[in-house]
């Protein structure tokens, strides 16, 4: 190896992650066994999380273990939003956008196949076990995450009352833009007529 290529390795972005094009590359270091956070030797770069993607046909290219293990992520996640660097910015929410949608998407798969009452076993005081029906648990977190994400008639103002709520906040804002340019109008007026 030339002793060019061997500094261009030794300055790599998975080392250390300053010479990165975006935030994200460097926050999250290449999926590599040198890398990879994993301890388990079986796991070490063939996570459970690479299977399903490289079983998708894709190929991972940034370790998502690291969101949650490296708190060196955390500290340039605080770097790109102190320094305004909006592209990286995206490229984080983007990322974690994605993979909300696409679990509420596996989520709501689960739920709709188990149905949103589930038999849950019960005992009775003899000791018997009975069953009875419960909310699946399901439901609950992926409400939570549905609405984190906009995916409700409210937040796409498909029902009556977001509509009308829609109306009047778009109301509000129309009324508030003419006061503010008539107040604009009458402090260009007074301006003028003081220095004629």
């Known amino acids: 190896m030339s002793p060019a290529a061997r500094a261009q390795r030794r300055a790599a972005a998975w080392k250390h992650g300053q010479n990165a094009a975006t935030a994200i590359a460097q926050a999250i270091p290449p999926c590599k066994r040198s890398t990879c956070p994993m301890t388990d030797p079986a796991e070490k770069a063939n996570c459970s999380i690479k299977r399903q993607v490289e079983a998708s046909g894709s190929a991972l290219a940034a370790c998502p273990v690291q969101l949650v293990c490296a708190p060196e992520v955390r500290e340039r996640y605080v770097a790109a939003i102190e320094s305004g660097e909006t592209k990286g910015l995206a490229e984080l929410a983007g990322t974690v956008l994605a993979a909300m949608q696409q679990l509420a998407g596996q989520e709501l798969a689960k739920v709709q196949g188990e149905g949103l009452a589930v038999e849950a076993p019960v005992f009775s005081p003899e000791g018997e076990m009975l069953t009875t029906l419960r909310t699946n648990p399901r439901a609950e977190p992926l409400l939570k995450l549905l609405d984190m994400l906009g995916f409700s008639a409210q937040h796409q103002a498909i029902t009556p009352r977001a509509r009308a709520e829609r109306s009047a906040d778009e109301g ?25």
């Open 172 to 196: 509000i804002g129309s009324i508030a833009d003419f006061l503010q340019k008539r107040r604009q109008l009458a402090v260009a007026a007074a301006a003028e007529g003081a220095t004629q």
